[in-house]
Structures are given as structure tokens and as C-alpha cells.
């Protein structure tokens, strides 16, 4: 099966508890499409059975299951990156293991394809999340929103259907980090988003700590717009002012007052909130530094092991 109609990227890391559900669901859900598919499962430096499960499954359906062994962890975007390489369907759904966003859901994302749509986002319904992760997410998606003018009603969502031109533009961009849904929002000519429903993990944990969640969002903010600095930029304007103002005012009421100890405490307060100020500004320069500087490095973004697939065996 050279070119598939449909490629499923899953990355898969630590999942062994839930892949064989995974398998029985995901493989009657395909068939029932009546379209030609090819499966893409990478295992992204798993340290579990995982592997050894990916590899019984390829044995078991070799007609339509390929597996990518990667050398190491590398993260699920390079690891869905290191997928969309080696994809041949014209329409690719990128989809988690964890069985969260259910496999029978597909036939929605390629349907809304079917009304012209080069790429669709999934949007979870009645989400089972904890509480703190569903505010969160809301919060994280406004503020996006107005800072970089991505559109995503739902940026957690893994479920995303993708034409084979977006996917041929993600290949050719070699950014070290990004966020795959955002960069082929930005080169969609015309995306749409669809309801999907949501699940209970079927086993395990989530991968994503508040830390990891945090830092996602704020690659996605520092890697799609250069807001963040200007807006740092206005605030530096802004407290200079206010400086320069307070300045001239302690400046004459010392000329007509004289000398004094009592707001001693006040100008600490001041200079601890500048303080505060200017190191957030360092830190966010650093940011946009330390991307330029893994840029330039040029390293590989994931190193693959193997390549299960028949044609290779073949």
C-alpha cells in the first residue's frame, strides 16, 4: 500500500497497560471507513512494553501497521514529526494512545474534510478532565489566542486531521521547537474544527505535569509571536515614566519639606516591584535567545532506530 488515502500518527510512551484496547478499538474503527489506511505507531524511547507490544502488533496486521522505533525520548511533537515524515496518505489524523480521544471518532474529522477543509482540529465534548486542567486550558487558549491569533478552540486536543499539503509544508519547517497544530494552522488555507467526544484514560497516567503544561504553552506563545517582548518593551516605557515622575516629586519635597525616613519603606516596595519587573524581562529575553541558540546548533530533532514496516521487510 504505496499511497494510502489515510494515515493515523500515533506516538506511544509508556502506554503498555492500554495498547491492546487501543488495538481493539482502533483497527475495526479504520476498517468500518472503507478507505484505504496505513497505521504509523512510534514508540518514543519507551521504557516499558510498549515496544514489544508495537512489535507483536505489526506482526499480527503487517498489511497496514507500520512502527517507528526512536532511539531515545524526544518528546510526542518530534516524535509526531518523526510520524508525518514517513506518512503516504493524502489525509493524516494524528491521534493519542491513550485511548482519550476515541478512534471511532475519526469518521467526524474526515467528513468536515470533505466540505473543503485542508486541516481540522477536534474539539472535546463534556471533557473528563480534572477541573484544574479544564480551567487551565480554557485560560492558556484565550491568552493564546490574543497573543499570537491562532485559532484553536481546543489546542489540547490531539485528535487534528491534516491535507498532505500541510503536512508537506510541517516537513520542510526546521524548527527545533514547535507546536504542530499551531504551525499548520499557519498554513492552512482553510481550517475548521468539529466536536469529537471525550474519554477516561483507558489505563495509565497523563504524560503532562502543570510544569510540562506551563512550558508547552509558553513555547507555543514565544514560538508563533514577538508580542510578549513588545509588550515587556511598553511596560519598560511605561514604569520609566512613572519613574522619572516620582523622582521629580521626592526631588521637591525634599526642597520644601527636607529630608526624611518615613517611606524608606515604601521606595523598598518600589524597587522590589522593579526588580521583580526586569528580572521577568531577563527571563523572558532568555527565552527567545535560547531558542535561537538550539536553533542554530542545527542538532537532529529525534534519531530513528528502525523501521518496522513490510515494504522494508520486503
Request: glycine share 8%.
Given at each position: 500500500?504505496?499511497?494510502?488515502q ?14 491492546q ?22 514508540n ?7 515496544a ?18 526512536l ?6 511533537h ?8 514517513n ?12 485511548l482519550?480521544?476515541p ?25 473528563q ?16 489566542e490574543?497573543i ?6 481546543d489546542?489540547?486536543?490531539?485528535l ?8 508537506h ?15 499548520a494552522?499557519t ?34 506563545v ?39 525616613v ?23 529575553l ?8 538550539q536553533?542554530?546548533?542545527q ?16
Amino acid at each position: 500500500m504505496s499511497h494510502p488515502q489515510l494515515s493515523v500518527v500515533i506516538p506511544v510512551y509508556n502506554e503498555e497497560q492500554g495498547l491492546q484496547v487501543l488495538f481493539d478499538r482502533l483497527y475495526p474503527a479504520l476498517d468500518a471507513l472503507n478507505t484505504s489506511y496505513e497505521i504509523i505507531f512510534i514508540n518514543d524511547g519507551s521504557r516499558d512494553r510498549s515496544a514489544a507490544m508495537l512489535r507483536e502488533q505489526f506482526n499480527i496486521r503487517p498489511d497496514v501497521t507500520r512502527v517507528i522505533l526512536l532511539a531515545g525520548n524526544f518528546g510526542q511533537h518530534m516524535a509526531i514529526l518523526s510520524g508525518f515524515a514517513n506518512c503516504r496518505g493524502e489525509r493524516i489524523v494524528t491521534l493519542d494512545a491513550d485511548l482519550q480521544n476515541p478512534p471511532e471518532e475519526i469518521h467526524k474529522l474526515l467528513a468536515k474534510m470533505d466540505e473543503g477543509h485542508d486541516y481540522v482540529g477536534g474539539v472535546r465534548q463534556q471533557r473528563q478532565d480534572v477541573s484544574w486542567r479544564r480551567h487551565a486550558s480554557w485560560a492558556m487558549n484565550r491568552l493564546r489566542e490574543r497573543i499570537t491569533h491562532v485559532v484553536m478552540s481546543d489546542q489540547g486536543c490531539m485528535l487534528r486531521a491534516y491535507s498532505r499539503e500541510i503536512i508537506h509544508a510541517i516537513n520542510h519547517s526546521q524548527e527545533v521547537n514547535t507546536f504542530i497544530p499551531a504551525l499548520a494552522y499557519t498554513y492552512a488555507r482553510h481550517p475548521g474544527e468539529v466536536g469529537v467526544a471525550h474519554e477516561e484514560r483507558a489505563a495509565g497516567e497523563s504524560k503532562y505535569s502543570l510544569y510540562q503544561l506551563i512550558r508547552l504553552n509558553f513555547d507555543l506563545v514565544t514560538g508563533f509571536s514577538l508580542v510578549p517582548l513588545q509588550m515587556f518593551s511598553l511596560i519598560g516605557v511605561g514604569l520609566s515614566i512613572l519613574s522619572a515622575f516620582f523622582v521629580v516629586y521626592l526631588a521637591i519635597r525634599r526642597i520644601f519639606i527636607g529630608p526624611e525616613v518615613d517611606g524608606v519603606f515604601t521606595l523598598f516596595g518600589i524597587m522590589f516591584f522593579l526588580m521583580g519587573v526586569m528580572l521577568f524581562g531577563i527571563g523572558l529575553l532568555g527565552e527567545y535567545v535560547g531558542r535561537i541558540y538550539q536553533q542554530v546548533r542545527q542538532r537532529p530533532r529525534y534519531l530513528i532506530q528502525t523501521i518496522l514496516s513490510k515494504d522494508e521487510a520486503a
